[in-house]
C-alpha cells in the first residue's frame, strides 16, 4: 500500500497569500494518477486536480498541481476566503487507493 | 446535473452488517466508476472500494473480507455492504462518481452517518 504524507499539518496563511501543500508517496505513484480535494466543514469533498496537474472542470486556475513520481504539489496562488478548508491527496495509480492525511488550510 | 443520494440505517449493531444504497439521478450509471469512501467523526478519508459499471471491483485490502459492493444498473443505483461492523467502522459514508480511471471522484453525495452500537 503507497502511504501519502501530506505537510504541513497546518497552514496559517492571510488571504491573497499564496499557498503551498505538500503530498510525498511512499512509492513512486504510477503514471502520476494523483488527485487533489477541498473539504469543507459539513459538505463533501471537491475534486480540485486529477492526474497530478489537470484542474477539474470548473475549478478556479489559482489552483495548480504539480510533480511526479514520489512528491506532489497543490498551490493556491492567492487565497480568496472561500480557500479555507482542509486539502487531501489522493493516489490512485496501485491497485489500492489511498488518501492523504489532510492539510488544514486556516485563516491567520 | 448529477446527484447522488446514499440511503440506509444510521443506527447498525456490533457484529451485524451495514448496508447502504447510493442513488444516482441526471445522468446513466454505465460508462462510469462508482467509489465508496468513508470519513469517521473528525478524521481524514478512507477509500473503501469501487465498482466498474460493467460490474467489475476492486476492494480496500484491509477491508477486502468484510466489504460487498454491487450495481443494479436497471435503477440507476449501486450499494455497500460491510459485515461484521465494529465501532470501528462508525463514519460518514460517501459515494462518488468517477469519469474514468485517470481521474478523481467529481461528484460525490452528501454523505450518511452511520453509527456501530448497541
Known amino acids: 500500500e503507497i502511504v501519502l504524507t501530506q505537510s504541513p499539518g497546518t497552514l496559517s496563511l492571510s488571504p491573497g497569500e499564496r499557498a503551498t501543500l505538500s503530498c510525498r508517496a511512499s512509492?513512486?505513484?504510477?503514471?502520476?494518477?494523483l488527485a487533489w480535494y477541498q473539504q469543507k466543514p459539513g459538505q463533501a469533498p471537491r475534486l480540485l486536480i486529477y492526474g497530478a496537474s489537470s484542474r477539474a472542470t470548473g475549478i478556479p486556475d489559482r489552483f495548480s498541481g504539480s510533480g511526479s513520481g514520489t512528491d506532489f504539489t497543490l498551490t493556491i496562488s492567492r487565497l480568496e476566503p472561500e480557500d479555507f478548508a482542509v486539502y487531501y491527496c489522493?493516489?490512485?495509480?496501485?491497485?489500492?487507493?489511498?488518501f492523504g492525511q489532510g492539510t488544514n488550510v486556516e485563516i491567520k | 446535473q448529477v446527484q447522488l443520494q446514499e440511503s440506509g440505517p444510521g443506527l447498525v449493531k456490533p457484529s451485524e452488517t451495514l448496508s447502504l444504497t447510493c442513488s444516482v439521478s441526471?445522468?446513466?450509471?454505465?460508462?462510469?466508476?462508482w467509489s465508496w469512501i468513508r470519513q469517521p467523526p473528525g478524521k481524514g478519508l478512507e477509500w473503501i472500494g469501487y465498482?466498474?459499471?460493467?460490474?467489475?471491483?476492486n476492494y480496500n485490502p484491509s477491508l477486502r473480507s468484510r466489504v460487498t459492493i454491487s450495481i443494479d444498473t436497471s435503477r440507476n443505483q449501486f450499494s455497500l455492504k460491510l459485515s461484521s461492523v465494529t465501532a470501528a467502522d462508525t463514519a460518514v459514508y460517501y459515494c462518488a462518481r468517477r469519469m474514468g480511471y485517470m481521474y478523481g471522484e467529481d461528484y460525490w453525495g452528501q454523505g450518511t452517518l452511520v453509527t456501530v452500537s448497541s
Open positions: 489522493q493516489q490512485y495509480g496501485s491497485p489500492s487507493w489511498t
Open positions: 512509492q513512486s505513484v504510477s503514471s502520476n494518477y
Open positions: 441526471g445522468g446513466p450509471i454505465s460508462g462510469y466508476y
Open positions: 465498482i466498474y459499471y460493467s460490474g467489475s471491483t
